[in-house]
């Protein structure tokens, strides 16, 4: 069965400090990956996505940026964290093609102090 | 690009009442409308979807209706329990998902 990894779990990092956050999935090939933040009280904000190793699609500028540099990873990342970066940041799969569900990991509470 | 708008923001229902939350979008090329459930602080995860050629579906308490033509979908759930009290979010899918801005479900014992 798939399953997908997220982590950390929570975080707290300075402002201006460097960001790494890290998803994988396990028992598919070729997934869709996605990247979504979630404030606080808000909704789900897609920040990237990708179709395939080193394919990103960024959906909102800022300074995160994604990569994948395996078929099953996707890494969120950022060179200076701003306060406003907090969130709840959430990992998701799905195969591709449409009519299918999102599997989302467990998410990652970043704080930025 | 697609649209989703959803209403209520926010939804109290008593005990044993029925709650209803709708969505609305805009790309007709839309053909799978899932809705996710995320308890506070925790993942959303599907708790139930309709695809573009199906108008309604049902799992015990929870149904989902779809129409097509007025480019509408609704979440019913019935004999609300208090665990049913989290946010909901739905989504239109063509290529991409577009979820609406979640409703807020307060189940009063």
């Known amino acids: 069965s798939q399953t997908i990894h997220q982590w950390p779990a929570t975080l707290v990092q300075p402002v201006g400090s460097p960001l790494s956050l890290e998803c994988t999935v396990e028992?598919?090939?070729?997934?869709?990956l996605y990247w979504y933040r979630q404030a606080a009280g808000r909704g789900l904000q897609l920040l990237f996505y990708?179709?395939?190793?080193?394919?990103i699609s960024s959906e909102v500028p800022q300074n995160l940026s994604a990569s994948r540099p395996q078929d099953r990873q996707f890494i969120l990342s950022s060179k200076k964290l701003l306060l406003s970066d907090s969130g709840f940041y959430l990992c998701?799969?799905?195969?591709?093609?449409?009519?299918?569900?999102?599997?989302f990991g467990s998410g990652t509470r970043l704080t930025v102090v | 690009g697609e649209n989703v708008e959803q209403h209520p923001s926010t939804l109290s229902v008593q005990e044993g009442d029925s709650a209803v939350i709708k969505c609305t979008y805009s790309?007709?090329?839309?053909?799978?409308f899932p809705w996710y459930k995320q308890e506070l602080g925790k993942r959303p995860q599907l708790i139930i979807d309709?695809?573009?050629?199906?108008g309604e579906k049902k799992d015990q308490r929870i149904a989902v209706t779809l129409n097509k033509t007025a480019k509408h979908f609704s979440l019913h759930i019935t004999e609300t329990q208090p665990e049913d009290s989290a946010v909901y979010f739905c989504?239109?899918?063509?290529?991409?998902?577009?979820f609406g801005t979640g409703t807020s479900l307060t189940v009063i014992p």
């Open positions: 990708s179709v395939g190793i080193g394919q």
């Open positions: 309709i695809r573009s050629n199906v």
């Open positions: 028992g598919t090939s070729n997934p869709n």
């Open positions: 998701a799969w799905r195969v591709t093609g449409t009519g299918v569900g999102y599997t």
């Open positions: 989504a239109a899918t063509g290529n991409q998902f577009y």
């Open positions: 790309d007709s090329a839309s053909n799978y």
